[in-house]
């Protein structure tokens, strides 16, 4: 996975927009997802490399959500993935029949989610998304 830094390439590398790498990498299907350099030094938080993001490349919400699943999916917690697919957001066997928008997943899926440190938080952004989608009428 490559870490994107958009608002730290610009500053300090003088790369920015259609000069960034971002769009060669999103063709080929690199897999991506946005950081920061050291926030206390240089002033940038996430939320902002997000709208850059979107500013920049005219992202959509599923490219956002996308995005987010892949600084999990390829962090270095300990455990197997939620996904099949980070970009479809298929859940692995164990969890197909479970769905996070539930308070509670299934026995087969809380076994799974109890073996694994990052299915656990890949569960736990999911919930976030569904609460937050359970807000807006998303395209």
């Known amino acids: 996975m490559v870490e994107i830094n958009l608002s730290s390439n610009a500053v300090i590398l003088g790369i920015k927009d259609n000069e960034h790498p971002f769009n060669a990498y999103r063709k080929y299907k690199v897999p991506m997802a946005f950081s920061t350099d050291d926030e206390g030094v240089s002033?940038?938080?996430?939320t902002r490399e997000y709208q850059r993001a979107v500013d920049t490349y005219n992202l959509s919400y599923a490219d956002l959500k996308y995005y987010s699943r892949n600084a999990l999916a390829y962090s270095?917690?300990?455990?197997?993935?939620?996904?099949?697919?980070?970009?479809s957001g298929q859940l692995v066997g164990q969890c197909a029949s479970s769905s996070p928008d539930r308070d509670t997943p299934?026995?087969?899926?809380?076994?799974?989610?109890?073996?694994?440190?990052?299915a656990t938080w890949?569960?736990?952004l999911e919930q976030r998304f569904s609460d937050f989608e359970a807000g807006y009428q998303l395209d």
């Open 122 to 124: 890949q569960w736990n």
């Open 43 to 46: 002033r940038i938080d996430l």
């Open 106 to 118: 299934d026995r087969q899926c809380g076994k799974f989610l109890a073996s694994s440190e990052k």
């Open 76 to 87: 270095f917690l300990a455990g197997n993935s939620l996904f099949v697919s980070t970009g």
